[in-house]
């Protein structure tokens, strides 16, 4: 009984903490048929930034491997991956940020897709790199956000 009380004494406090921190780790990013329902973030995607973060070379840099008549001001839209045109009527917001977290979940380790929120980014990493991840979870979820508005 009283290991019991311990027990969810301290799960409490682990709780708190999670909901403290509103942002969810890598590390505890849960997948469930290939979606993620729950946003990684408290503050909600914001397509108008997940727009910027997709076209900027140092970030997203989504452009290098999709196509995406939405920014056809950008010049060189690579082939590598499908065109991005119509992606939010194709995939549910769940299974878009499984795709931009971890894309290996959703399509197979052999994609060249980087899992732009997860830890296993390969091996020999850079060393400043290791424990980082491409995105922070509040890009990912802004460019959720904009995926969702490519129909
Ligand atoms: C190095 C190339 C590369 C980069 C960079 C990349 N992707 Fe991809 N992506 C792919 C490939 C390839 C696929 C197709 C899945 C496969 O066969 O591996 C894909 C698939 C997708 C799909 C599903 C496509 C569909 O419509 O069915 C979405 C959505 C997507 N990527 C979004 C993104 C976003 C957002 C970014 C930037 C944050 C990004 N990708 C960066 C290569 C890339």
């Given at each position: 009984m009283i290991r019991k009380l311990v027990l969810s004494a301290v799960s409490g406090i682990v709780l708190i903490g999670v909901v403290a921190a509103d942002v969810t780790a890598p590390g505890d990013v849960k997948v469930e048929n290939l979606g993620i329902s729950?946003?990684?973030?408290?503050?909600?995607?914001?397509?108008?930034?997940?727009?910027?973060?997709?076209?900027?070379?140092?970030?997203?840099?989504?452009?290098?491997?999709?196509?995406n008549s939405d920014l056809k001001d950008q010049l060189f839209h690579g082939e590598v991956g499908p065109g991005l045109d119509g992606a939010g009527s194709?995939?549910?917001?769940?299974?878009?940020?499984?795709?931009?977290?971890?894309?290996?979940?959703?399509?197979s380790d052999a994609t060249v897709m980087p899992g732009?929120?997860?830890?296993?980014?390969?091996e020999n990493v850079?060393?400043?790199?290791?424990?980082?991840?491409?995105?922070?979870?509040?890009?990912?979820?802004?460019?959720?956000?904009?995926?969702?508005?490519l129909k």
């Amino acid at each position: 009984m009283i290991r019991k009380l311990v027990l969810s004494a301290v799960s409490g406090i682990v709780l708190i903490g999670v909901v403290a921190a509103d942002v969810t780790a890598p590390g505890d990013v849960k997948v469930e048929n290939l979606g993620i329902s729950a946003p990684l973030t408290a503050q909600a995607g914001d397509p108008a930034e997940g727009r910027k973060v997709f076209a900027n070379r140092k970030q997203g840099n989504c452009l290098a491997c999709h196509a995406n008549s939405d920014l056809k001001d950008q010049l060189f839209h690579g082939e590598v991956g499908p065109g991005l045109d119509g992606a939010g009527s194709r995939w549910s917001e769940a299974q878009l940020r499984t795709i931009v977290v971890n894309a290996k979940a959703v399509f197979s380790d052999a994609t060249v897709m980087p899992g732009f929120y997860s830890l296993e980014v390969g091996e020999n990493v850079r060393k400043d790199l290791v424990g980082k991840t491409i995105l922070t979870a509040q890009q990912v979820e802004d460019i959720v956000a904009y995926l969702t508005t490519l129909k």
